[in-house]
């Protein structure tokens, strides 16, 4: 199955030493993947309470900053899933989009940031 013809889907291989079709065991990255989504989550909690107390324009430019945040959050969410949970949807790829989805939230709450500095 190719996801808009961009990129070969591999079929996982259904081992029950629970390895991954690379040799890789799954578990520490279940561990990782799990930790990231608390931190993630963390993360959003103490941003939206920073948020809240500026306040203003600068309260508002981090509305980026958190939806980035969210964004990967999600990523790590959906890598989870994907891995807890095999599916035919190309999980790699929706990943990678979120992450880049992310970045760009990113980079767009820094220039925002910036031209804040400007004023």
Do not use: C
Request: charged fraction near 15%.
């Amino acid at each position: 199955m190719k996801f808009f013809g961009l990129f070969p889907r591999r079929p996982r291989k259904q081992t029950s030493d629970y390895t991954s079709t690379f040799g890789m065991e799954i578990t520490p990255i279940l561990v990782v993947d799990i930790i990231g989504l608390v931190i993630g989550f963390i993360s959003i909690f103490i941003i939206q309470r920073l948020r809240e107390t500026i306040g203003g324009r600068l309260g508002r430019a981090l509305n980026l900053f958190v939806w980035g945040v969210v964004a990967m959050t999600v990523a790590f969410g959906w890598e989870i899933f994907s891995v807890v949970f095999p599916h035919p949807l190309p999980a790699d790829e929706i990943q990678r989009l979120l992450m880049i989805a992310g970045m760009t939230l990113f980079v767009l709450s820094a220039r925002k940031f910036f031209s804040l500095m400007q004023l």
